[in-house]
C-alpha cells in the first residue's frame, strides 16, 4: 500500500514594526515584503500603539526601536505575555543594559545589512537568539567615508533634507535655489550613492554612520534665519 509523503510546510514568520523614524521603518517594512516566508502584521511610531498592536497580536516577531520613546518594560512584558519575541534595533555603539538584553530575543543597529536583518528575524523566529548587533560596524563607517569625500558640501545638505523627509521644494526654499537644480543635484546624488529613488538614497545614508553625520553637519551649518524661511 502506498504512503502518501508528508510535505513539510514552512512556518510564516509574522512581524510587527515599532520604531519612531519613519524612513527606516520603510526601508524594514521593504525588503521584508519581498519574502515570501515573512509577513508584515502592522506598524507603528509610539509606545501607545506599540502596546496595542502586540496585545493584539500573538506569537509574532517584535521589531522594536530603543529611540521609541515610552516605557521599554511594558512592552517586553506584553511581548512575553503574547509569547511575541522581540529584536531590539538600536543606533550604532550604543549598549543596552544587560537587564535588558536578557529581555529581548535579537539585536541589531540602524547600519546592519538586509542579509542580517533577514537572518536575525528568521532565527528569533524560530527560537533562536541573535545578539551581535556591532560585527559589521566598522566596514559601513569605510563606506560612508568614501561617500562623504566624494559628496559636495552642498550635495550633502540636500541628502540631509532627504532624511527629514523634505520634498524638492522644501530644500530649493531654503538652500535658495529652484526646484529643478535640487533635481539636477540628486541626480548626480543617485549616480554616487548607487540609489535609484529618495528612499533607498535616505536608507543608505542611515546605514552608514560618518555619512549621516556630515549631512547632518551640512544642514545645520545652514545659516538659522534661512533655514526658518
Given at each position: 500500500?502506498?504512503?502518501?509523503?508528508?510535505?513539510?510546510?514552512?512556518?510564516?514568520?509574522?512581524?510587527?514594526?515599532?520604531?519612531?523614524?519613519?524612513?527606516?521603518?520603510?526601508?524594514v517594512?521593504?525588503?521584508?515584503?519581498?519574502?515570501?516566508?515573512?509577513?508584515?502584521?502592522?506598524?507603528?511610531?509610539?509606545?501607545?500603539?506599540?502596546?496595542?498592536?502586540?496585545?493584539?497580536?500573538?506569537?509574532?516577531?517584535?521589531?522594536?526601536?530603543?529611540?521609541?520613546?515610552?516605557?521599554?518594560?511594558?512592552?517586553?512584558?506584553?511581548?512575553?505575555?503574547?509569547?511575541?519575541?522581540?529584536?531590539?534595533?538600536?543606533?550604532?555603539?550604543?549598549?543596552?543594559?544587560?537587564?535588558?538584553?536578557?529581555?529581548?530575543?535579537?539585536?541589531?543597529?540602524?547600519?546592519?545589512?538586509?542579509?542580517?536583518?533577514?537572518?536575525?528575524?528568521?532565527?528569533?523566529?524560530d527560537?533562536?537568539?541573535?545578539?551581535?548587533?556591532?560585527?559589521?560596524d566598522?566596514?559601513?563607517?569605510?563606506?560612508?567615508?568614501?561617500?562623504?569625500?566624494?559628496?559636495?558640501?552642498?550635495?550633502?545638505?540636500?541628502?540631509g533634507?532627504?532624511?527629514?523627509?523634505?520634498?524638492?521644494?522644501?530644500?530649493?526654499?531654503?538652500?535658495?535655489?529652484?526646484?529643478?537644480?535640487?533635481?539636477?543635484?540628486?541626480?548626480?546624488?543617485?549616480?554616487k550613492?548607487?540609489?535609484?529613488?529618495?528612499?533607498?538614497?535616505?536608507?543608505?545614508?542611515?546605514?552608514?554612520?560618518?555619512?549621516?553625520?556630515?549631512?547632518?553637519?551640512a544642514?545645520?551649518?545652514?545659516?538659522?534665519?534661512?533655514?526658518?524661511?
Amino acid at each position: 500500500m502506498h504512503t502518501p509523503r508528508r510535505v513539510r510546510v514552512a512556518t510564516l514568520c509574522r512581524v510587527l514594526l515599532a520604531d519612531d523614524q519613519a524612513i527606516f521603518r520603510a526601508g524594514v517594512a521593504r525588503v521584508l515584503a519581498n519574502e515570501t516566508d515573512i509577513s508584515v502584521l502592522g506598524q507603528c511610531d509610539s509606545a501607545e500603539t506599540t502596546l496595542e498592536l502586540v496585545a493584539a497580536s500573538r506569537s509574532c516577531v517584535l521589531v522594536l526601536a530603543e529611540s521609541l520613546k515610552g516605557d521599554l518594560d511594558r512592552i517586553l512584558a506584553a511581548a512575553h505575555a503574547t509569547a511575541t519575541r522581540v529584536i531590539l534595533v538600536v543606533e550604532s555603539g550604543a549598549k543596552p543594559a544587560p537587564a535588558v538584553l536578557r529581555r529581548v530575543d535579537g539585536l541589531l543597529t540602524r547600519q546592519t545589512t538586509a542579509a542580517d536583518l533577514l537572518t536575525c528575524v528568521r532565527g528569533v523566529s524560530d527560537g533562536k537568539r541573535f545578539l551581535d548587533a556591532h560585527r559589521a560596524d566598522a566596514a559601513q563607517d569605510s563606506v560612508g567615508d568614501r561617500m562623504r569625500a566624494m559628496l559636495s558640501v552642498r550635495e550633502l545638505q540636500i541628502i540631509g533634507f532627504v532624511v527629514q523627509g523634505c520634498k524638492n521644494r522644501r530644500i530649493a526654499d531654503v538652500i535658495g535655489t529652484t526646484e529643478q537644480v535640487v533635481k539636477n543635484y540628486l541626480r548626480s546624488i543617485y549616480d554616487k550613492t548607487g540609489s535609484s529613488d529618495r528612499l533607498e538614497l535616505a536608507l543608505f545614508t542611515l546605514h552608514h554612520r560618518t555619512l549621516a553625520e556630515a549631512a547632518a553637519t551640512a544642514v545645520q551649518a545652514i545659516p538659522e534665519a534661512v533655514a526658518q524661511d
